[in-house]
């Protein structure tokens, strides 16, 4: 039974802004004036309501927008064991609605009139009207539901509580998989008073842990990462007749930039992603050469808000589905996905990205999870406190995790197998490094065993010249060297180079003129990290994303022509 993770750890968040939103009333629930009233109201239609009128409920997808002209609207968290909390009250010309107006998730809170009200009610398609028209009172609406979202992952409000015993690799996976989709989670994995109430009540099986609850003790043990989405409605509902216009495969950075510029110029888009947003970047705990962030951001904050703005713009997003197949049907791809679904679509832009490359050690898979991780964030920061841990590679990302968690461990030790780090990072991430005193590089040196019964207790390396080895009490090891590309799935569609990776341009045989990210098939783009020759940076794949769309414009103007000349 592992006991290792600091009770700080159970409300280990990133939220969007580092102040508490509930002190911030006027930005989180702000009153709009008399003339923003008098124009938000022409979208939408006045209607009158009875104290304790139900508004919309937990669960809900769609709910409507609410402004309030007279009277109230008491947002609340559903108890089942007693009256409901009431999280905050909406009073005259404030306004209903968090992020999940902006997709069709199931939402966290329900609504209901605090006394005899008047209000304006606008559906989804004209609220969606209204924030893009008016665009002072849609910044004004983005903004608080930004802040009420954090607020719900600050205080761990309107979600669910995991169960378990310490922090094993099914509690880490749900959590990640929860925390980096934006919603509000509590995790109990010590002994407590809170914890075994919950237990009794819920009679949770021990057997078959880690356990979700939601707040109507509704009790599901041990769930794979898809069925928390569909259980927790993260998961969108496809239509899979609907041929969209392009279908983005990956929501890493260059993934989120496509669907972004693709979205906000008109194109109906669809991302589809295997587990949440931000890729690899988005476990990244700190960005600081991505420009205009000069003190720098984390990989989940940059990609929430990308996230975020595709939705504004009218992106649709499948979370939580993999793509594991793709062919083109009379000149529709159709995209197989996860859990026997698909998404067609008349373009597709390939941003899979890559997986994490593993280390070729002894029993490596037994400690996946349960002491080798691959991300460093606040989630696992908090396993860390004054222990010394290993970062093994030396490229940024091992950079950034070396200097991230130096502020949280007793001591870092960075393995590389080459000579040193200037040919492999950052020059502002060396200096770093070399300037720390809790963090000690180690050059041609690797990983030559892990040890310990049930979790990694002990790490052994050896240096490559002289063959001297070092046994170390480590309980954490963060693996960086690099990933292979997300290509299998594709079967033959598009050429790829040796390594797996998609050809683009004139190495897919497009010639000089053609888009340098089109691929071997007609209709078929590639971005990010998935491409061959492409530069391994967030910056980079931002910038291939939103260049990539003019590429698919032109395709699909060009096929429209030829279904035009074809008809006449």
């Known amino acids: 039974m592992s006991t290792r993770v600091p009770e700080a750890a159970q409300s280990a968040v990133d939220p969007l802004d580092a102040t508490d939103p509930y002190a911030r009333e006027e930005q989180t629930f702000p009153r709009l004036n008399a003339d923003q009233v008098d124009r938000l109201s022409g979208y939408g239609k006045i209607e009158d309501f009875e104290k304790g009128a139900v508004l919309f409920s937990r669960g809900d997808r769609g709910a409507d927008f609410f402004l309030i002209l007279k ?9 089942e064991n007693g009256p409901a909390n009431v999280i905050t009250v909406h009073r005259q010309n404030q306004f209903t609605g968090e992020l999940d107006l902006f997709n069709d998730r199931k939402i966290l809170v329900g609504g209901r009139t605090g006394e005899a009200s008047r209000l304006v009610r606008l559906s989804r398609a004209d609220f969606n009207r209204m924030s893009s028209t008016e665009q002072d009172i849609g910044e004004i609406v983005m903004r608080a539901f930004i802040l009420r979202r954090s607020a719900f992952l600050l ?6 509580t995991l ?34 109430k919950l237990i009794e009540q819920c009679d949770i099986d021990m057997d078959h842990l880690p356990a979700v609850v939601a707040p109507d003790n509704a009790v599901f043990q041990n769930p794979s990462t898809a069925d928390v ?3 927790l409605g993260l998961t969108e509902d496809i239509d899979e007749d609907h041929v969209y216009d392009l279908a983005v495969v990956g929501a890493g950075p260059s993934g989120l930039s496509a669907a972004v510029y693709a979205a906000s110029e008109n194109l109906d888009t669809i991302v589809i992603e295997a587990e949440a947003p931000g890729g690899q970047a988005g476990t990244s705990s700190k960005i600081e050469n991505y420009l205009g962030f000069p003190t720098g951001i984390s990989g989940r904050a940059l990609a929430g808000r990308a996230w975020i703005q595709g ?20 000149g529709i791809f159709e995209i197989a996905i996860e859990c026997g679904g698909r ?7 390939l941003a899979c990205g890559a997986t994490y490359r593993k280390l070729p050690v002894e ?10 991780h691959y991300a460093a964030t606040a989630i696992e920061a908090q396993l860390c406190v004054n222990e010394e841990i290993a970062v093994v590679g030396g490229g940024n990302s091992a950079g950034q995790a070396a200097v991230f968690l130096s502020g949280h461990a007793k001591h870092v030790h960075v393995l590389v197998r080459s000579d040193g780090l200037a040919a492999s ?7 770093r490094i070399d300037q720390s005193s809790r963090i000690t590089l180690h050059t041609k040196t690797a990983i030559e065993a892990l040890q310990g019964e049930r979790l990694l207790d002990r790490v052994v390396w050896k240096h490559r010249d002289s063959g001297d080895t070092s046994t170390r009490d480590i309980h954490n090891v963060f693996v960086m060297i690099g990933a292979v590309p997300n290509t299998k799935w594709l079967g033959d569609c598009v050429a790829l180079d040796e390594r797996g990776f998609v050809l683009t341009g004139e190495a897919a045989e497009k010639g000089k003129a053609a888009s340098p990210f089109a691929t071997s098939t007609d209709g078929i783009f590639a971005v990010g990290d998935v491409r061959s020759g492409s530069v391994k940076r967030v910056a980079s794949g931002v910038g291939e994303g939103s260049v990539c769309i003019s590429s698919v414009h032109e395709y699909l103007a060009d096929r429209n022509e030829r279904a035009v000349g074809n008809v006449g």
């Open 71 to 79: 009277g109230s609207i008491e947002i609340y968290e559903e108890d």
């Open 155 to 160: 205080h761990n409000q309107a979600g669910v």
């Open 163 to 196: 169960i378990d015993e310490g922090a094993t690799v099914d509690l880490l996976r749900i959590q990640r998989f929860l925390t980096r989709n934006g919603y509000p989670v509590r995790v109990l994995n010590r002994d407590g008073e809170a914890r075994r």
């Open 229 to 231: 989405a569909d259980i």
């Open 311 to 330: 939705q504004k713009f009218g992106a649709q997003f499948a979370i939580a589905r993999a793509a594991e197949g793709i062919r083109k049907d009379r």
């Open 343 to 349: 998404v067609r679509a008349r373009a597709v832009v």
């Open 363 to 372: 029993n490596y898979e037994r400690y996946e999870g349960q002491g080798i």
């Open 425 to 431: 990072m950052s020059d502002y991430l060396v200096r």
